[in-house]
């Protein structure tokens, strides 16, 4: 199919958007659309995330309404004295809805099956609460989006290659802030703490693979959001970020669109120049 524009704006994240740019390659752009500088996929960021848990006497009620009840920034800005660049935020649950924690707890042994099986549940129940580390995640280019040269999609369009190891900055930064978790686990009487550093599955926010930028060497799209490379492409998503940033980055990525759109309102004369 295709389907003519005048402008196309591509809102696929850090992940669909440059395998789509990668996939588009032609004669004219054999290394993929708008890709002149070479950084579309590179620059993955994710936000690597910590989770320190402990449990307390007080019935929390955690699985009513929302578990994540507050945040703190205290630990967000580069302090040289720490060991890393940038930093983290740390972000606090009251317990866990019902059925994660009977999952979460018979995974670690604490809930038995058959005799004992309701009482360990109700004991473990409602007590929980955790500080979280959101890590910010910094830009590194072999981090990055490739397409995967077998595996292919249903439609037989190749699948991405996800390469990413997480840096010796952030796991410094997830060490500390796992550290002060533990502290304020101890201050909050809590017991049978148990931490999980890094969380294995914690690739939500996917960044950075089509940052935007000035200089169309460094970076794929313009501090508008238009490609370098052709003018009528805009990106709107969370691949244009140049940084992770410590904090969950929905809010920021509609923000970004909304200013992308307002910007492309204001230019609509002189839009392609």
């Given at each position: 199919?295709?389907?003519p524009?005048?402008?196309?704006?591509?809102?696929?994240?850090?992940?669909?958007?440059?395998?789509?740019?990668?996939n588009?390659?032609?004669?004219?752009c054999?290394?993929?659309l708008?890709?002149?500088?070479?950084?579309?996929?590179?620059?993955?960021?994710?936000h690597?995330?910590?989770?320190?848990?402990?449990?307390v006497?007080?019935?929390?009620?955690?699985?009513?309404?929302?578990?994540?009840?507050?945040w703190?920034?205290?630990?967000?800005?580069?302090?040289?004295?720490?060991?890393?660049v940038?930093?983290?935020?740390?972000?606090?649950?009251?317990?866990?809805?019902?059925?994660?924690?009977?999952?979460?707890?018979?995974a670690?042994?604490r809930?038995?099956?058959?005799?004992?099986?309701?009482?360990?549940?109700?004991?473990?129940?409602?007590?929980?609460?955790?500080?979280?580390?959101?890590?910010?995640?910094?830009?590194?280019?072999?981090n990055?989006?490739?397409?995967?040269?077998?595996?292919?999609?249903?439609?037989?369009?190749?699948a991405?290659?996800?390469?990413y190891?997480?840096?010796?900055?952030?796991?410094?930064?997830?060490?500390?802030?796992v550290?002060?978790?533990?502290?304020?686990?101890?201050?909050?009487?809590?017991?049978?703490?148990?931490?999980?550093?890094?969380v294995?599955?914690?690739?939500?926010?996917?960044?950075?693979?089509?940052?935007?930028?000035a200089?169309?060497?460094?970076?794929?799209?313009?501090e508008?959001?238009?490609s370098?490379d052709?003018?009528?492409?805009?990106?709107?998503d969370?691949?244009?970020?140049?940084?992770?940033?410590?904090?969950?980055?929905?809010?920021?990525?509609?923000?970004i669109?909304?200013?992308?759109?307002?910007?492309?309102?204001?230019?609509?004369?002189?839009?392609?120049?």
């Amino acid at each position: 199919m295709f389907q003519p524009a005048h402008v196309v704006v591509v809102a696929c994240n850090g992940v669909g958007t440059p395998r789509l740019l990668l996939n588009s390659a032609t004669a004219r752009c054999p290394d993929g659309l708008a890709n002149s500088s070479g950084l579309v996929g590179r620059n993955l960021m994710f936000h690597p995330w910590a989770v320190v848990s402990g449990y307390v006497d007080e019935k929390l009620d955690g699985h009513r309404g929302s578990p994540l009840c507050m945040w703190s920034q205290e630990f967000y800005e580069s302090d040289p004295s720490r060991g890393f660049v940038r930093g983290y935020e740390h972000q606090f649950g009251r317990g866990a809805q019902v059925i994660s924690e009977g999952i979460q707890n018979m995974a670690l042994g604490r809930i038995p099956w058959g005799e004992g099986h309701h009482d360990a549940f109700r004991h473990w129940s409602g007590r929980r609460f955790s500080v979280e580390v959101c890590c910010e995640d910094l830009p590194e280019a072999h981090n990055r989006v490739t397409l995967d040269p077998v595996l292919k999609d249903g439609h037989g369009i190749a699948a991405p290659r996800i390469s990413y190891r997480i840096s010796e900055n952030s796991r410094r930064i997830l060490a500390h802030g796992v550290a002060r978790g533990q502290e304020i686990m101890v201050a909050a009487g809590a017991s049978d703490m148990h931490v999980t550093c890094p969380v294995p599955v914690a690739g939500w926010h996917l960044l950075g693979t089509c940052r935007m930028g000035a200089d169309p060497a460094r970076s794929v799209v313009n501090e508008w959001g238009r490609s370098h490379d052709v003018k009528n492409l805009f990106v709107v998503d969370g691949s244009v970020f140049v940084t992770s940033g410590g904090v969950n980055p929905t809010t920021t990525i509609q923000a970004i669109a909304l200013y992308i759109a307002d910007q492309m309102k204001q230019r609509l004369a002189t839009l392609f120049e």
